[in-house]
């Protein structure tokens, strides 16, 4: 009883406190990095070094910075000169935020059009206040990382409550961030906002749609933040019954979406029991019965670290559809509508991936290195064949798909390099590739959708009445080719950079495997917007302001990116640095 | 050996005494005064919970007083403890809201409105009697009470001829767990010379043939109440025989008590160093968690579907009970905490699904695959319960039944059964499979059937709703829930 009372006075006092919080958090944030400062000194130089190290000598150094044990009460950092420490809670807000609006949603009727419109606008306005709350994370920590406290858990953003206490392993509701993952949580939320946007047109399932949306996005963003196994599991495992019910909705229709939605509910459900296993071996073997994740690395037995990892990789790399666990994903590309394809496309495979830096290659950094060349013969095998399927499909979706099968690649290259610079560069390019793929998968839903054409063979000479969809499309093969001043390019010269000392043959094959990229990309190109124009698309529309609303967008951070690389820079690269270093937190 | 207070009999007692008294009164109402609206009866009914669930927390604060020891009465045959009131409260709430959410079984229950009631009365209180006994006549006695009482139920709605056919069967299957129950325990009672079930774990340190055999059939007899395979079967019956909301009471306050049954013999009386019955409720769990789950994969109808959920509900019961005793780190394993947790976010699955299926009944809607098509936009509000209790049956987070799952596999591990554990999150993950197609038919799929909205029923699907959305909340207030289930499985050790 006395739990309980404190449980709830806590959760009252941080809602209470929470508007003071809000007006006080950029004077706290600049004298919190000020008087943290010095205080960070003497950790700030350790991972500089560290990290200069590394980047100089790609293999890791010999002393790794103690970990200092992880607090588990709530706690805030911030030293700050007003002298009154807030709980924050801003994690929470941009975890729970959108589904806050989904609760809204679900009680409004969609009867008639003005209802389905106010439904769509608390969609939009769901995705909205995520990226409001993204870009607050995101710039506070990007400002604190220059002095090597952003991009590190364990900072001022923190969250750390009590919740299944009373039990032989016990779990928390800890939330909290490194660089990967806050760069994961800029892209999520800005490709969630613009697919809210680019939905607004459509009129068939409303309410399912936003509300859907809202809770996927509640998960993925959950996924990136959770640091308790427990949390994670929950947010890992909620978007199987969204996904199914979206791609039934939404799909081709008939028994191939019912298989395709199956299909993927069936590897999505074998992904959560493997991990639900490997949680359950950590929590018994670790010595801490705490399902905590901030304690990386872990201390196990040497045989149920193997296994462990292994245990989660095998669930990641089935998320991050992989070849040869690619087909699913493709096939859900493929079959469903426009938008919800460029979420599927961009972020499923992207959480897969940030589990496999996360917690395969942040827990076990000695086990994944020593199986470095397994990753490496993975990546050049992904690359390959989704190059060389790329090269062969006729279908417009189809190609991206296997374009962001090739990028994944690139990803598991990475991980084999085992750098700092690597990493950074993965992290990179999760964030260019989801974006490059949801304006490649946005381009290709309309032209589908305008021609009525799913073959790339059908199209030909839309560049003289779609000139604008013909631009975009051309932006995001460019940024996906590594075209300097686009994102692909910062994140492939830190990739290969990073993996070629490690391993020089590999990181060359991938390589000429994703120079295929911009040939396929291009080509199509070629095939669909060149050569003469046909009477059967002479009334085929350009893309007009709504469509330009959300391509812009997505476009203006992948130039962003591309042009102010240096403005993340130090994020991505204290959150790779704490994934190969752990227990480096600030 | 707790000490002897003088005020033990009133503080043991109360809560089944309140019960039985106040099921006298509605009979004797009923029967002497026909022309009372059911109403009435429904809330004589409610006081009379909540009088028990009041003179649960009487003997809690009495037991503040001595320090949380048991209280011990009749020479050892009942006890108050910490554990004991909180089955008491649960049962009790699971009661009330059956009865409140009974309202859509009206127009088959007709006149025996006040039959009903007195009998839900009787069944908690036999789950009461249950939850306080330590000796093998009370188990016996509140097991009768119980199981009578709930054949009674189902049996009220003899007019229908599926609901009088379930009732015969389920009074044939309850005799039969009956029996093996009672001769179960016979054989216990011979081999240790004492009804007290708390003597014979020291008594059976080395449980031969003949003893592991009366372990063996008193777990196959308390197997029947939580519904685990392989005597799932009643439950089966009765979902598919009865009315939604008869079933929603006799289900969840069948496997609520069941679940309270399997503590306190198992965990109170049989210690777990005991290997042969550990070994087969081992074996038992594994199959009572797959097999629902794998049938269930090619079922289309909702209620069948609800009934294999409970009976998977039941083997996850018997896999936490793996973990009852000291685990391998020589702590508590946290099965005890992980079944009184597990069977309250059950029972609430439960309710919400089957007074979701009452409230389909009431607006005459089919409960096929092809009757539920399109239903989210013929009857928005009913589709939605039914998503939240068939999510909630199905473990699919955000609901509390993923947490349930999660402490029943952790509490399995911690006794050293890995392996159930890997089986019970294999039932997870198939039985989320059906559940999933259910729910698309219910969002996706199109239907412009027009659909009848009766004029009643708004307390019914208020608790309905209540019971769906508490799904939620016990996530979010798992802590203190996991607190106070840990103070009652404290008391046991």
Request: proline share 4%.
């Amino acid at each position: 009883m006395i739990l309980s009372a404190q449980f709830l006075s806590s959760l009252a006092m941080t809602a209470i406190q929470a508007p003071q919080f809000i007006l006080a958090a950029a004077s706290t944030t600049a004298s919190a990095t000020a008087s943290a400062t010095a205080s960070a000194t003497a950790s700030a130089s350790a991972s500089a070094s560290a990290s200069a190290s590394a980047t100089a000598t790609p293999s890791l150094p010999a002393v790794v910075p103690a970990s200092p044990t992880p607090t588990a009460v709530p706690s805030s950092t911030a030293a700050t000169a007003t002298a009154v420490n807030f709980p924050t809670i801003l994690f929470s807000l941009l975890i729970w935020g959108a589904v806050l609006f989904a609760v809204v949603i679900v009680l409004l009727p969609d009867r008639t059009r003005e209802q389905r419109t106010r439904i769509k606008a608390l969609g939009v306005a769901g995705a909205s206040a995520a990226l409001f709350f993204a870009l607050w994370a995101v710039e506070t920590q990007a400002s604190n990382a220059a002095i090597g406290l952003g991009g590190r858990p364990g900072g001022e953003l923190m969250e750390q409550r009590r919740w299944l206490a009373s039990f032989p392993i016990s779990a928390s509701y800890h939330l909290d961030a490194d660089g990967l993952a806050l760069g994961l949580i800029l892209l999520t939320t800005v490709v969630f906002f613009c697919v809210a946007i680019a939905v607004w047109r459509n009129d068939r399932h409303v309410k399912l749609l936003s509300i859907a949306l809202l809770t996927l996005e509640t998960a993925f963003l959950g996924v990136l933040c959770s640091y308790d196994w427990v949390l994670f599991l929950i947010f890992w495992s909620l978007p199987i019954a969204p996904v199914y019910l979206l791609i039934r909705a939404f799909g081709g229709g008939g028994e191939r979406s019912s298989r395709v939605a199956m299909r993927y509910a069936v590897t999505a459900l074998v992904s959560t029991g493997l991990l639900a296993v490997a949680a359950l071996l950590i929590g018994f073997e670790d010595g801490t019965r705490s399902f905590d994740m901030g304690l990386a690395p872990l201390t196990l037995p040497a045989t149920v670290s193997h296994v462990v990892f292994w245990l989660c990789t095998g669930a990641f790399l089935i998320a991050m559809a992989v070849v040869p666990l690619h087909i699913p994903l493709l096939d859900l590309e493929e079959d469903s509508s426009g938008a919800l394809s460029a979420v599927f496309a961009a972020l499923l495979p992207t959480l897969g991936a940030y589990g496999l830096l996360h917690v395969s290659v942040g827990f076990f950094p000695a086990i994944s290195q020593s199986y470095s060349l397994l990753f490496a013969v993975l990546a050049v095998i992904s690359v390959a064949w989704a190059g060389i399927a790329a090269v062969r499909t006729d279908d417009l979706r189809r190609l991206v798909g296997h374009i962001g099968t090739v990028q994944m690649g690139a990803v598991l290259l990475a991980v084999a390099g085992h750098t700092t610079l690597a990493i950074t560069g993965a992290i990179f390019l999760l964030v260019s590739r989801g974006l490059t793929v949801s304006v490649l998968m946005l381009v290709s839903s309309l032209i589908q959708e305008r021609t009525r054409r799913v073959r790339i063979s059908q199209i030909a000479g839309l560049a003289w009445q779609t000139p604008r969809l013909a631009a975009f499309w051309l932006g995001a093969a460019l940024s996906a080719a590594g075209t300097p001043l686009l994102s692909g390019f910062v994140a492939y010269l830190l990739l290969f950079t990073g993996a070629f000392p490690a391993h020089r043959w590999f990181t060359v094959l991938v390589l000429v495997g994703v120079l295929v990229t911009p040939v396929v990309l291009l080509w199509a190109a070629q095939r669909m917007f060149l050569g003469a124009s046909r009477e059967t698309f002479s009334k085929v529309r350009d893309v007009g302001p709504f469509e330009l609303t959300y391509l812009v967008v997505l476009l203006a951070v992948i130039v962003l990116l591309g042009v102010l690389p240096e403005h993340f820079a130090d994020l991505f690269n204290n959150g790779a640095s704490s994934i190969l270093f752990p227990g480096t937190s600030g | 050996m707790p000490p002897v207070n003088g005020h033990a009999l009133v503080a043991t007692l109360l809560p089944s005494a309140l019960l039985l008294l106040t099921a006298a009164a509605i009979a004797l109402l009923g029967w002497r005064r026909p022309a009372l609206p059911a109403g009435f009866h429904r809330w004589l009914a409610c006081i009379g919970l909540l009088g028990a669930a009041g003179g649960a927390l009487i003997t809690l604060s009495g037991l503040t007083r001595t320090q949380g020891l048991g209280l011990v009465t009749l020479q050892g045959a009942v006890v108050a403890d910490r554990f004991a009131v909180y089955a008491e409260l649960l049962l009790c709430a699971v009661g009330l809201l059956g009865v409140l959410g009974a309202g859509t079984a009206q127009p088959r229950l007709h006149r025996r409105a006040p039959a009903f009631h007195a009998l839900v009365l009787t069944a908690t209180a036999g789950g009461t009697i249950i939850a306080i006994q330590w000796e093998m006549g009370m188990l016996l006695a509140g097991a009768g009470l119980l199981l009578l009482s709930l054949t009674g139920m189902v049996a009220l709605e003899k007019t229908v001829p599926a609901a009088g056919e379930a009732a015969l069967k389920q009074l044939a299957g309850a005799a039969v767990a009956f029996a093996v129950l009672a001769y179960g325990l016979a054989i216990v009672f011979g081999a240790t010379g004492t009804t007290d079930l708390e003597a014979t774990r020291g008594l059976l340190v080395h449980a031969a043939g003949l003893e592991g055999l009366g372990l063996a059939m008193t777990l196959l007899g308390l197997c029947y109440l939580v519904g685990a395979t392989p005597l799932h079967l009643w439950l089966l019956q009765v979902i598919r025989g009865s009315s939604g909301g008869v079933a929603a009471v006799v289900v969840s306050l069948g496997t609520t008590a069941g679940a309270v049954a399997l503590v306190r013999v198992m965990v109170s009386g049989f210690s777990d160093t005991l290997r042969p019955w550990v070994i087969l409720a081992a074996v038992l769990a594994a199959i009572a968690c797959l097999y629902p789950a794998v049938i269930a994969l090619a079922v289309t109808d909702v209620r069948r579907l609800i009934g294999l959920g409970v009976s998977l509900q039941g083997g996850l019961l018997l896999t936490a009970l793996l973990g009852t005793g000291i685990g391998g780190d020589h702590r508590l394993a946290g099965g005890v905490v992980a079944i009184l947790f597990g069977s309250t976010v059950f029972a609430l699955a439960s309710l919400a699904s089957l007074q979701a299926v009452g409230l389909l009944e009431a607006q005459g809607i089919g409960t096929t695959s092809e009757g539920l098509r399109g239903l989210s936009r013929r009857a928005p509000g009913t589709a939605a319960l039914l998503c939240l209790g068939l999510a909630g049956l199905a473990g699919l987070p955000p609901l509390a039944g993923f947490i349930a799952r999660v402490l029943v596999a952790e509490s399995a591990v911690a006794g050293g059964f890995a392996w159930v554990a890997v089986a019970s999150l294999a039932a997870w993950l198939l039985y989320a499979i059906p559940v999933l197609r259910c729910l698309a038919a219910l969002f996706v799929e199109d239907d412009d059937a027009p659909v009848a909205a009766p004029a009643g029923y708004r307390l019914a699907r208020f608790v309905a709703t209540c019971c769906a959305v508490s799904g939620i909340l016990a996530s979010v207030l798992a802590g203190p829930m996991l607190y106070a289930a840990q103070g009652a499985a404290l008391s046991l050790h």
